[in-house]
Nanobody, 119 residues
Framework: VQLQASGGGSVQPGDSLRLSCKVS????????MGWYRQAPGKERELVAT????????NYAPSVKGRFTISRDNGKNTAYLQMDSLKSEDTAVYYC?????????????WGPGTQVTVSS
């Protein structure tokens, strides 16, 4: 599976960004997807998940109400809309499959996209 995240950048607190994740090599529509992030010196954490048809989404408490995960199965792409960004959102963001039965990501990781929030 190939996972290409894009859309990161350097923004100020309160700004918004929209991340995209183009997926290839799998039947995208049959997989729950997740967005993850890893801040400097910290472990990678799960930020949000979305079920195959987009009907159910879940968020980490730290981003709930500010981030929105979505997907377009026709384009094999997942999205993460990030609003009201805070400095603590600074991290490398990755997308991956999410196994809801084992609560774990897929084995393959793409390069991620850097998000920096600073005044």
């Amino acid at each position: 599976v190939q996972l290409q995240a894009s859309g990161g950048g350097s923004v100020q607190p309160g700004d918004s960004l929209r991340l995209s994740c183009k997926v290839s090599g799998i039947i995208f529509s049959i997989y729950t997807m997740g967005w993850y992030r890893q801040a400097p010196g910290k472990e990678r954490e799960l930020v949000a998940t979305i079920t195959t048809d987009g009907g159910v989404t879940n968020y980490a408490p730290s981003v709930k109400g500010r981030f929105t995960i979505s997907r377009d199965n026709g384009k094999n792409t997942a999205y993460l809309q990030m609003d009201s960004l805070k400095s603590e959102d600074t991290a490398v963001y990755y997308c991956n499959l999410y196994n809801p039965y084992q609560s774990k990501p897929g084995d393959d990781w793409g390069p991620g996209t850097q998000v920096t929030v600073s005044s």
